[in-house]
């Protein structure tokens, strides 16, 4: 179970004390979501949960290309630069 701290916030009072909110990600390790209109929309958090999030995505993409090499076939140029504008 996580035990990390997390704060919401709306957008206005997250605008009037960004300062604190950066301080309570970094040196109170707790995550801000910054909510708008009672929707929340973004979050500000400690840099050891991004480089947490960024090892987990480049685990999956090193496991996604491994399956991709296993497939037969080719793909056209044109269809994975069309991918590339999304």
Do not use: C
Request: glycine share 6%.
């Amino acid at each position: 179970m996580n035990k990390t701290k997390k704060k919401s916030v709306s957008a206005t009072a997250a605008r009037q004390s960004f300062a604190e909110s950066l301080n309570r990600a970094a040196y109170g390790g707790e995550r801000v979501v910054i909510r708008r209109h009672g929707k929340e929309i973004a979050a500000v958090i400690p840099i050891e949960d991004l480089r947490l999030i960024e090892d987990v995505e480049d685990k999956e993409d090193a496991r996604r290309a491994r399956l991709a090499r296993k497939e037969k076939g080719t793909v056209a140029w044109e269809v994975v630069k069309a991918g590339w504008r999304r």
